[in-house]
């Protein structure tokens, strides 16, 4: 698994059950809500500055999820995309790399074709267990409550630039 992780120079996230709880939270207005985990941004950027990129892959569309990968900076967004396959295939094209070089998160069947193609599939302990066993590594952490940030740990440790990164925070 850590030669997986090793390997990442994209780690693609599907939202709902992975970057949030899954929940789907409206207003009176109608306007949905979602929770996105701090630590979990955190770990996004880290992972970033290390020259990891990252990308949102995901079936749904939110006006939420524009201002949070925005806040992010994350590099490639794909919203919509009821083919992931499709979608996958067009961002290692616009990204640069190949499938070898892809991690990707994902929480539930939509996800596994993907995560089937991906060199380090990861999903998130709730997942269906089909999902489960299709994946490379599932974290301790469920979505929305800091699995992100596991991963990004995970990968930056695999990696060997999480001491560097941590010893910034250490001085």
Known sequence: MQEKARAVRLMIFDVDG??????????????EMKAFNSLDGHGLRMLQQTGVKLAIITGRK?????????????????????????????LLDAAGVTADECGYMGDDVIDLPVMRRAAFAVAVPDSPEIVLQNAHYVTGRAGGRGAVREVCDLIMQAQGTYDGLMAHYLR
């Open 62 to 90: 939110s006006k939420l999820l524009e201002h949070r990968t925005s806040n992010l900076g994350i590099d490639f967004v794909y919203q919509g995309a009821h083919d992931k396959l499709a979608t996958f295939a067009e």
């Open 18 to 31: 992975v970057m949030t709880d899954g929940g789907l939270y409206y207003n009176d207005a109608g306007e």
